[in-house]
């Protein structure tokens, strides 16, 4: 059975809650209003680690994640170098009115 206990004060709880999992104990703060919540809410962990149902649920949609995400990777192309080019461009032109600039410089 898990533990409840407050480590906050008598005005302002912070009940923190232990168990046990693989074997060694584990304390997290409950951030649960009351005792009797946090005793709730460690008895549902224990129970979930009883069951084997340790860790984050995988959610089912999450196949429809990843096709609209490696539709956004294959928009994305490099634009930093033609940035750069076009920058050092205007830089290069604005020079060549002042005085000189001895390298032209075009994107790829």
């Not at 956004?72 to 060549?96: D, K, M, P, Q, Y």
Request: contains cysteine; positive net charge; hydrophobic residues 35%.
């Amino acid at each position: 059975m898990g533990t409840v206990f407050n480590r906050g004060t008598k005005d302002a709880p912070n009940w923190y809650v232990g168990y046990r999992e693989h074997g060694r104990w584990v304390y997290k703060p409950s951030r649960q209003p009351t005792r009797a919540l946090a005793k709730r809410w460690v008895a549902e962990i224990e129970s979930r680690i009883a069951r084997g149902q340790v860790g984050i649920d995988e959610p089912d949609d999450a196949p429809a994640f990843k096709a609209s995400f490696e539709s956004f990777l294959a928009g994305l192309t490099n634009r930093t170098r033609t940035t750069i080019a076009a920058a050092a461009s205007a830089t290069c032109s604005r020079i060549s009115a002042a005085g000189s600039c001895s390298r032209s410089i075009s994107p790829p």
